[in-house]
Structures are given as structure tokens and as C-alpha cells.
């Protein structure tokens, strides 16, 4: 994965380079919007990482002018903000995500990958998602696995939706309570896990093979066996 | 001042001069018809008698005040004037004889009568007189009246000034920082009493928030100096002891886990700030309050079963309420969260939401230990920890964070005991089912 990242602060963007490239991933770093936006028109990265308090040039001037200028690259909203209305403003002005400082680096790689893989055409969605021999329509709001039908409450449903629309990606508790419950708050109880295990239950037990698995300090991941 | 004065003057004068006018034209006027009724009680006597009624009324009141002239072919009696005479009102001189012969100037009204004229007249003397007492009495009560109403507003103004200097100088104080005695009020009930207890309910305010702040701080401090502590000592026993990879791993993991802790702290604070911030109904919607507490339910059973709980519901359909879907979400979750944590596994949580007339009510009831009647107002306040609850974990923020959403959408709170247990109770403020064009409000973005 190639990342552009926009980010003033030393520390910061020390700590998210060096994460990036031990992964394996190629970073290109800028301190102040100007020259974050030069790398940006100059070069064509898979995702763009922007903070939101820039010198020279502020982050979502940035995230415009590469909108307005037709860049389709996924942008990472960084913010030390967290409020939902600078969320709601970040998202508005064409930003693909928006992640709160501070943040835990899991966090924030589970994000750019979900981001790079996204598909290009985002207008065109899939009715029908696979994994293995799992399947799940979103028209009919059916699930089976090996042929045998599995029944799901919506909150399940809608879980393992975003599950398989990520499939081999690792999602963090965090995406899943924003995109799954709608919760821009950490409600400091058990409920993503507590689905999680229930959606397991169903999906994976008795299967043989597991699909749903749990990645340790990061988050949850779906995906068909090697 | 000499404004005040000056104006005063003219108008005290500009009266002076109405009223000797009016008080010239009346007295005139007064004259006139007295000399016209006179006229004609002399023109009713017989007009073989009239030479000598005049005569005689000439001769008794020789120096008036009125005095009759009458001329005819055949008699004469009483003054009248030399020359020829016109009919009608006019003035002129008359030489009187009695007591002592004079000539006065007179108001005289001419009739013809008996081929020759009467004539009825009155000194104009009189009228000056009667014109100028009039006068003086009016120019003493008005001057009076002026000095009166001057003494007035000296007293007025000199009370008013009294008082505000006395609430200036409590403003003063209040703004040299002492805010525990409150504003003087008079109590006459006026538009100054009025200021004052506005400017009280003011000092009560900034005072409960200086009280706030004074508490979040000293939470602030204590709050976080416990997990800023903790990081510390772990960190100086890693130093100390840590001797492979994997007991360093140990401790940075719980390092991190405690400054965790304390970002948690922060955020929630920057939250309630945020909510509280918030000005009246801005942003809010209507919120289907039933499918947002049924798909929260629907969450959280499967929760409660796993920490050993029950959670059951009774949901009213159809109650909406104007708000912020995701903020009431947060107030119930955080609600929610505190009747599990403080309630031994085993025991239900029950939720129910019913609809009133004009309110929604909804009560969520635990089988806890409860909170002691003495502690319930507390426990909504910032960092509070009651002490059974001390040591379990928690920023003790999440109650006060449900009083901050609640007060935004004016939602009454109420803690009760639910024997044995406690029992909150929320009263929301209903709203009329919206149309079905409108019927996208839910718990999301």
C-alpha cells in the first residue's frame, strides 16, 4: 500500500511512518498542506492520510482542492476534534473516513487497508457477498452456509454484511460500532463482542472451519481459509 | 440640570401667561353677563316707573357698583355720558357724583328704550380687581406646585441614585470575586427590584459554575492522578525488574491500558462539555423514541445474558420525542450500564416505556442494592463515586454525562427506590407522530 501522509506534528508523523513501513508499506510524508498537496497531484498514492490542523494550507482545503481537481484517492481524515460535527463536516468535504486522536495504530492501519481495497466504483454495490461456502444475500436478507440456511437478527445481519464487504481485512471494534450500531462513542460495555460471539455461534459452529476470527489487539477479520 | 431648571421655568411661564389670558377672558366674560342681567331685570319694570326706580337705585348705591343712566323726551335719571350715545357694550367714562364726584372708566351696555336708552354700567376696576385676586391665587398654588414637584424628583432622584450606588457597589463586590452574599432587593416589587434579582440569579450562576469547575477540577486531579500514578509505578518497576521481552511487553500493555484510562477521563469530559455547550433545540429532530429503545434492547439482551443478567423490556410503540437520536442512545446506554454494574448477576433489569398525555415515560429498574436517598442527587454530579462503588471501574462521568443529555432535551430525571433496587425515571417531552415522509428518524447520522 502506498500512503501519502499529511501530518504538522514530528511525533506523530514519526510514529505513523515508521508503523507503516514496518508493515511493509510505502510512505511518503509532507509537515504542512502545500507540500502534502504537491505529493498528492504529483505522485499516485492508494490513500492519503490528512490531519486536520495544517500550516500553511488546513487539512480539509486540502482534501477540497484534490476533490475539486477529480482525485478519487481515499482520504483519512486525522483530527485531534472528535466531535460528531466535525465528523459529520470532515465526511461532507469528501473525506472516506475520519479517525480521532488519539488513536491506536491497529486502529488506524485496519482503516487504510479498508480504505485501499475499497472498489473504485463505489456507486455500483454488490446484492450478494461470499465467503468460502458462506453466503450472504442483502436482498432477500438471507444467509446460508454449505447450502443450510442460518437465521440472523438485523443487528447480526448487518454485522456480518460489513464483515464480508471487508473480507480478509481487519476491522476493529471501533468501525464496527460506527458503521455497524451507529455509535460515535465507546458505550464501555461488551456489545460488539458479545454479537460477535453470537454471530460465530451461527455462522461457524458446526462448520468444521472457522471464517470469523478474532485478531488479537486489533480487531476481527472474515475470511475463507488458504 | 439647568436644563431641567430652564424648562421648568418656561413652562411655569408659558402657564403664568395661559391662565391670565384665560382668567382676563372669564373675568369679561363674568362682567358682561352680570350688566346684561341687570339689563334686563331694569327693562321688566314698567316704563312709568322706570325714571324713578333708577332714581332711586342711583341715589342709594351712588358709588356702584353698577350705576344706571336712563334718557328719554320726557325724564332723566342717573350719570350718563356727554354727546351723543351708541347702543351696545363699549367702554367710556362716566362722572359719578356720591360720596366723592369722580370720573370712572366703566363696561357699559346700552338699550334703547322708551324713545330714549337705558343704560347699565360696572367699573372696570372691578374686573382688574377680580382678575388680578385670581391671578395671585394661581400664581401662589402654581408656584407651590412647582417647587412641590421639584422637591419630588430631588427625592426621587436621590433615592434611585441611593439604590443604584448600593447595587453598584454589590456588582462591585461580586466582580471583585466574593459571590456568596446575595444582591440587596428592596422588595417594593419595581423595575429595580426586578434588576436586582436578575443580577442575584446571575450571581447564583456564575457561582454554581465556579463551584463546577472547581469540582471537575479537583476530580480532574484526583481522577487522573490515580491511573497517572499507577502508569508511573509500573513503569518504574519495569525499569527496575523487567529482565526478558515478554515482562516488558506486560507492563507496556498495562501502560498503555492506563493512559487509556485517562484519555477515556478526557474524552468523556470534552463530550459533556460539547453537549452542554449545545444551545436549545438546535440540530434535533423527530426520534421514533420506541424503535430507538426496542433496537437498543434488541442490543443489549444478548449483553445482559452474557454478564448474567436479564434485561426486560415493554415498549410502547409509536412515542416520538424531539432530539438527538445518537445523544439519547448514549443517555440510555449510559443508564443501562449503570444498572448492570451496580446489581449483583442474577438479577433482571427491567425497561418500560409508557406513553402519557403529554409525556413519555420511561423507567428503567434495577434488583441493586439502590442508592441511598442522600446520595441520589449526588451521584449525577461529576466524578462521583459512591464509595460502595469506589473501587469497581468506571470514570464516574457516565451519570453526569445522562444529566447533561437529559437537561438538553429538558427530560425530567427522576431516582426513586424500587424496593429493593433503584429505580430511574425519565419523563420526555412528547412529540406528535411525524407524517410518513418524515418517518426517517432513528438512531443514526
Redesign the interface.
Known sequence: MWVLLIEDDVETRRYIARGLGELGHRVDAASDGASGLLLATSRVHEVIVIDRMLPRLGGMEVLATLRNASMATPVLILTALGDADARVEGLEAGADDYLAKPFVFAELVARLTALARRPPLRGVAPTRLVVADLELDLLRHSVRRGGASIGLKPREFRLLAYLMRHVGCVVTRTMLLEQVWDYHFDPKTSVVETHISRLRAKIDRGFGIPLLHTVRGAGYCIKAPE | MAAWGLACLAVAAAWCGVSAWTMHIHAGRLLRQDIAQVMQTMAAVPSAQRAAVIARLARNTPDGPYFYGYRTARAAAGPVPVGRVAFGWQTMHLSIGGSAARRVQVLALVWPMDGGYLLVARELREQRRLEQGLQMAFLGTGGLFVLLVLAFCRAIRRHYRLRLRCMAEDVERMAGGDLEAGLACAGHGDEFDQLARALDSMRVRIRQRMDDVRQVSSGIAHDLRTPLTHLRQRLDEAQRQCSDVDAYRGAVRRAISDVDQV??TF?AL??MA?IEHGQGREGFVPVDLSRLLS?LV???Q??F???GRRLDAHVAPGVYCLGDG?LL??ML?NV??NA?RHTPAGTAVAVRLDRGADRARLVIEDRGGGIAAAHRAYVFERFARLDAARHTP?TGL?LSMVAAIAERHHIDIALTDAGPGLRVTLHIHLLAPPGRARSGAE???
Do not use: A, H, K, N
Request: net charge negative; aromatic share 8%; charged share 35%.
Open positions: 484519555l477515556d474524552s470534552l463530550r460539547r433496537m434488541d442490543d443489549y444478548p449483553v445474558e452474557d454478564l445518537p442512545t448514549q446506554i443501562l450500564d448492570w468506571g457516565g438512531p443514526s447520522r
